[in-house]
Protein backbone atom coordinates (compact mmCIF):
# COMPACT_ATOMS: atom_id res chain seq x y z
CA UNK A 1 0.00 0.00 0.00
CA UNK A 2 1.58 3.65 -0.49
CA UNK A 3 2.07 5.96 2.18
CA UNK A 4 -0.23 8.95 2.67
CA UNK A 5 2.81 10.92 3.96
CA UNK A 6 3.73 13.59 0.94
CA UNK A 7 7.71 15.40 2.01
CA UNK A 8 7.89 18.58 2.33
CA UNK A 9 11.62 18.54 0.96
CA UNK A 10 14.31 15.84 1.19
CA UNK A 11 18.18 16.67 1.98
CA UNK A 12 21.72 15.45 2.69
CA UNK A 13 22.82 14.30 5.92
CA UNK A 14 26.53 13.44 6.65
CA UNK A 15 27.87 11.37 9.46
CA UNK A 16 31.37 11.09 10.26
CA UNK A 17 30.86 8.59 13.65
CA UNK A 18 28.83 5.68 11.69
CA UNK A 19 24.94 7.57 12.17
CA UNK A 20 25.58 8.21 15.47
CA UNK A 21 25.12 12.05 14.76
CA UNK A 22 24.30 13.87 11.79
CA UNK A 23 25.20 17.18 10.34
CA UNK A 24 23.00 19.12 7.89
CA UNK A 25 24.13 20.95 4.97
CA UNK A 26 21.86 23.13 3.83
CA UNK A 27 20.51 21.12 1.00
CA UNK A 28 17.16 21.33 0.20
CA UNK A 29 15.66 18.80 -2.72
CA UNK A 30 12.16 19.60 -4.08
CA UNK A 31 9.43 17.17 -3.23
CA UNK A 32 8.65 17.46 -7.05
CA UNK A 33 12.10 16.77 -7.98
CA UNK A 34 12.30 14.37 -11.17
CA UNK A 35 8.41 14.00 -11.37
CA UNK A 36 8.36 13.55 -7.57
CA UNK A 37 10.73 10.24 -7.96
CA UNK A 38 13.84 12.23 -5.81
CA UNK A 39 12.68 11.78 -2.13
CA UNK A 40 13.90 8.14 -1.40
CA UNK A 41 17.23 7.13 -2.27
CA UNK A 42 19.78 4.36 -2.00
CA UNK A 43 23.37 4.88 -3.36
CA UNK A 44 26.54 3.79 -3.85
CA UNK A 45 30.33 5.30 -5.06
CA UNK A 46 31.08 3.70 -8.19
CA UNK A 47 34.48 2.77 -9.43
CA UNK A 48 34.22 5.19 -12.13
CA UNK A 49 34.33 7.88 -9.02
CA UNK A 50 30.41 8.47 -9.51
CA UNK A 51 27.91 7.85 -6.64
CA UNK A 52 25.43 6.01 -8.44
CA UNK A 53 21.57 6.54 -7.13
CA UNK A 54 18.20 5.03 -7.57
CA UNK A 55 15.43 6.80 -6.16
CA UNK A 56 11.56 6.94 -5.89
CA UNK A 57 8.58 8.74 -4.13
CA UNK A 58 8.58 8.25 -0.68
CA UNK A 59 4.87 6.80 -1.18
CA UNK A 60 6.40 3.81 -3.83
CA UNK A 61 4.00 4.51 -6.17
CA UNK A 62 5.83 5.55 -8.67
CA UNK A 63 9.34 3.72 -10.35
CA UNK A 64 12.79 3.58 -9.67
CA UNK A 65 14.98 5.70 -11.59
CA UNK A 66 18.99 5.65 -11.81
CA UNK A 67 20.83 8.82 -11.63
CA UNK A 68 25.07 9.66 -10.97
CA UNK A 69 26.58 12.64 -9.51
CA UNK A 70 30.34 13.50 -8.07
CA UNK A 71 30.67 12.74 -4.63
CA UNK A 72 31.84 16.68 -4.43
CA UNK A 73 27.97 18.04 -5.66
CA UNK A 74 26.12 15.67 -3.58
CA UNK A 75 24.20 18.42 -2.07
CA UNK A 76 24.06 19.83 -5.87
CA UNK A 77 20.28 19.20 -6.93
CA UNK A 78 21.21 20.16 -10.36
CA UNK A 79 23.79 17.76 -10.38
CA UNK A 80 22.09 14.58 -10.95
CA UNK A 81 22.36 13.02 -13.94
CA UNK A 82 19.60 11.18 -14.39
CA UNK A 83 19.29 7.51 -16.64
CA UNK A 84 16.34 6.64 -18.36
CA UNK A 85 14.09 9.61 -18.70
CA UNK A 86 13.84 12.06 -21.80
CA UNK A 87 15.57 15.98 -20.69
CA UNK A 88 13.11 18.18 -18.57
CA UNK A 89 12.56 21.41 -16.61
CA UNK A 90 14.05 18.72 -13.75
CA UNK A 91 16.74 17.47 -15.33
CA UNK A 92 18.92 16.89 -18.31
CA UNK A 93 17.85 12.92 -18.72
CA UNK A 94 20.09 10.31 -21.01
CA UNK A 95 20.21 8.45 -23.42
CA UNK A 96 22.11 5.25 -24.07
CA UNK A 97 22.18 2.20 -21.83
CA UNK A 98 22.93 2.98 -18.42
CA UNK A 99 26.63 2.15 -16.75
CA UNK A 100 27.71 -1.28 -15.53
CA UNK A 101 28.07 -1.00 -11.57
CA UNK A 102 27.47 -2.97 -8.86
CA UNK A 103 25.55 -1.63 -5.59
CA UNK A 104 27.82 -2.92 -2.80
CA UNK A 105 24.75 -2.64 -0.40
CA UNK A 106 21.65 -1.44 -0.37
CA UNK A 107 22.99 1.72 2.56
CA UNK A 108 24.76 4.40 2.10
CA UNK A 109 28.18 4.15 0.78
CA UNK A 110 29.93 7.25 1.18
CA UNK A 111 29.09 8.36 5.10
CA UNK A 112 25.93 10.25 4.24
CA UNK A 113 22.20 9.41 4.40
CA UNK A 114 18.88 11.20 3.23
CA UNK A 115 16.28 12.11 5.66
CA UNK A 116 13.51 9.96 5.71
CA UNK A 117 16.60 6.73 5.20
CA UNK A 118 18.80 5.72 2.69
Not at 59 to 87: F, M, N, S
Request: net charge negative; charged share 15%.
Amino acid sequence: MASSYNPEYSTVLPSDDSGLTWVPTGAVFAPDLHDGMFQLLTWALGDDGYVYVLSTGFQRDKPVILHRVRPDRLTDPGAYEPWGRAPTAAGPGATGPPPSWTARSASCACGCSTAGGC
